[in-house]
């Protein structure tokens, strides 16, 4: 796994007051709690950059990892261990030594938001992070994105029109020459037991994903 300087990150961004402030209150009530801007996690050469929302309250926000500490990352790293992308298929604290190879992970907004809604401009705001960690990708990537939110941030990260590339549960999108789109229901607490997205269905996706990596093309179906 690669040990190249992190890309382009702000730990100590206040640019989204009321994030910076729901922050403030955050580390006051948690004083234990990561309460800062949470940087991507994994391994910096990533042909797979996966995309979410947010950090989570007693998640992310709690542990300083992407989806690590709540219920959304169970499913996740789960996944990804089984694909090949994880040593460990349990993401705890910073310290437990899970690396992945060939992944990275980050969130369209890198701070917790009142309720885990960010609002359009913080999304906006934000948006220059994740323009940063899509250049740094290597060519024949993929991106996975988790939800609309982050589907929509990847579509502006990149300076295209959100009506050309709509979100879709296991679509896949040419976005650039170098780059594929493809996308997933979030795998939040609330689409997992609702059977909105079932681990069959993530399954198909990572499926998805590794067969555009291993250059074997789109299956039948995929847009």
């Known amino acids: 796994m690669s040990q190249k300087n992190s890309l382009k990150f702000n730990p100590d961004c206040r ?3 009321r994030l910076a402030d729901f922050l403030d209150q955050t580390a006051i009530k948690y004083p234990d709690y990561h309460a800062r801007p949470v940087a991507p996690f994994g391994d910096h050469d990533a042909q797979l ?30 996944t990804l261990y089984d694909f090949g992308f994880s040593n460990r298929p349990v993401s705890v604290s910073r310290d437990d030594g899970l690396q992945l190879g060939g992944c ?8 917790l938001p009142p309720q885990n809604k960010p609002q359009l401009d913080e999304v906006k705001h934000c948006n220059r992070y994740l323009r940063a960690e899509l250049d ?16 929509d941030a990847v579509v502006r990260a990149l300076g295209l029109r959100l009506s050309s590339y709509p979100f879709g549960h296991a679509h896949v999108h040419q976005v650039t020459d170098a780059l594929c789109l493809v996308d997933s229901y979030h795998c939040s607490r609330y689409n997992t037991q609702t059977r909105r997205l079932t681990p069959e269905m993530f399954t198909d996706v990572f499926t998805l994903v590794r067969q555009i990596m291993d250059g074997k093309g789109f299956p039948a179906g995929a847009r």
């Not at 996966?50 to 950090?55: D, R």
């Not at 990275?104 to 701070?111: G, L, S």
């Not at 740094?136 to 589907?151: P, T």
């Open 136 to 151: 740094g990708m290597q060519n024949s990537a993929v991106v996975l994105a988790l939800g609309k939110i982050a589907h």
């Open 104 to 111: 990275r992970i980050t969130n369209a907004v890198k701070c």
């Open 15 to 17: 640019d989204c007051p």
């Open 49 to 78: 950059l996966i995309v979410g929302l947010a950090p989570g309250m007693h998640g992310a926000n709690a542990t300083g990892r992407p989806f690590t500490g709540d219920y959304a990352g169970i499913l996740l790293y789960q």
